[in-house]
């Protein structure tokens, strides 16, 4: 049996986005809590003790800072990132003055998974986080765990993005994915932006790339979406 991670405490108000992270997170094997406000972090904190917390610093009921230090003093090793539309100086080394890392709105993510990774790392030297097997499919192979790819035994250089798109098409082989849900879960459009081609550009990109290094591995099913043949 594969053991999680670590536990997120995920606090932010919009529900929207509390879900999103909960998804992602719990796709990379996390143990999630959310919270809307400071009263119910305290209790849930309180409750299950977290190994990091994810805090939107302006909440409802308090800051999402001012909420760390609370935290932080009720348990000295919780790790603390900070998630804020603010992307002043000022405010990011003041949070950084107590907190771990700081990621600015909108996010990615891939970023968010990366970095709460990385915290984890940082502040729990001793543990050591479980690999994720490899994504394999024909001869592409996604390494999970340092959001590498290769094909063919060679390297392909990514963009974040580009990755997240491959990574989903690789996960649902065999079937072709509609260009709405792909743009629900690479990037999170709630709608259907109108005329939107970003799905198509990012296609273009991948294939550019990895049919460099042999043939043409994904499909196009017109007027419907994509897949890895």
């Not at 536990?7 to 919009?14: A, K």
């Not at 760390?68 to 900070?82: D, I, Q, S, T, W």
């Not at 729990?124 to 479980?130: A, F, Q």
């Not at 081609?197 to 979406?225: F, H, M, Q, W």
Request: proline share 7%.
């Amino acid at each position: 049996m594969t053991t999680a991670p670590g536990t997120v405490l995920v606090v932010e108000d919009e529900p929207s986005i509390a879900d999103v992270l909960a998804i992602a997170l719990r796709l990379h094997r996390f143990e999630v809590m959310t919270a809307g406000t400071v009263r119910e972090a305290l209790t849930l904190a309180g409750r299950v003790r977290p190994d990091v917390a994810l805090l939107d610093v302006m909440l409802p009921d308090g800051d999402g800072r001012a909420l760390g230090r609370e935290l932080r003093e009720r348990r000295p090793e919780l790790a603390l990132v900070f998630l804020t539309a603010r992307d002043a100086p000022a405010e990011i080394v003041g949070a950084l003055g107590f907190g771990d890392d700081y990621i600015t709105k909108p996010f990615d993510l891939d970023v968010v998974v990366a970095r709460i990774t990385a915290v984890l790392r940082r502040t729990r030297p001793h543990d050591v986080l479980p690999q994720r097997p490899p994504l394999r499919y024909g001869d592409l192979e996604l390494d999970e765990a340092t959001y590498s790819v290769h094909r063919a035994g060679r390297t392909v250089e990514l963009t974040p993005t580009e990755y997240a798109l491959l990574r989903f098409l690789v996960r649902n082989g065999g079937r072709i994915v509609p260009k709405e849900q792909l743009l629900r879960h690479v990037w999170q459009y709630e709608h259907t932006p109108p005329e939107s081609t970003v799905v198509e550009t990012y296609i273009s990109y991948l294939r550019r790339k990895l049919d460099a290094l042999g043939p043409p591995v994904i499909t196009t099913r017109r007027g419907v979406g994509y897949g890895i043949a």
